[in-house]
């Protein structure tokens, strides 16, 4: 039997191109599956942040001016924006948290019964990071805290 000059190596390359040739679908299948989970465990944990800062912001309101508490949150990574705001027609407002996701934005929100102040700024934080619910002359406001 003969064997020409780079035989060898041809045949190497056709039978990698073929282990990738099946390889790489099944890669990209599987980074697809994972980012759906990624996804919907970001809106979990947004709406778990969410809650969580409501039942402060009332807990707050309802203990009168000059009432103060530090709240944990923990906004997933593809959070965009935090915010407190009022309920248009109502006494109320709402927490709000927005994340970007393949979808869209989505935007997890909780309604609360405290007045909230017009004063309050978008916090634009990720990940694990505190904020300072105060009530101010009967209105709640959220501070960034330092």
């Known amino acids: 039997m003969r ?6 190596s041809m045949e190497l390359l056709v039978t990698i191109g073929i282990v990738l040739a099946f390889t790489i679908p099944v890669l990209f299948l599987l980074f697809s599956i994972t980012s759906i989970g990624y996804e919907s465990t970001a809106k979990a944990q947004a709406d778990a942040s969410v809650r969580s800062l409501a039942d402060t912001m009332n807990f707050v309101y ?7 508490k530090v709240v944990l949150l923990n906004l997933p990574a593809s959070a965009d924006s935090l ?3 009022r309920s248009a027609g109502s006494s109320g407002g709402e927490a709000v948290v927005s994340i970007h996701t393949s979808g869209g934005a989505f935007e997890a929100a909780s309604p609360t019964f405290a007045v ?3 004063s309050n700024k978008q916090i634009s934080k990720t990940g694990l990071f505190e904020v300072i619910v105060k009530n101010v002359n009967g209105e709640v406001e959220l501070i960034e805290a330092p």
């Not at 064997?3 to 060898?8: A, R, S």
């Not at 309802?62 to 103060?68: C, H, L, M, N, R």
């Open 62 to 68: 309802a203990q009168g001016p000059g009432a103060e």
């Open 116 to 118: 909230v102040s017009a």
């Open 83 to 85: 915010l407190a705001k």
């Open 3 to 8: 064997y020409y000059k780079g035989q060898g």
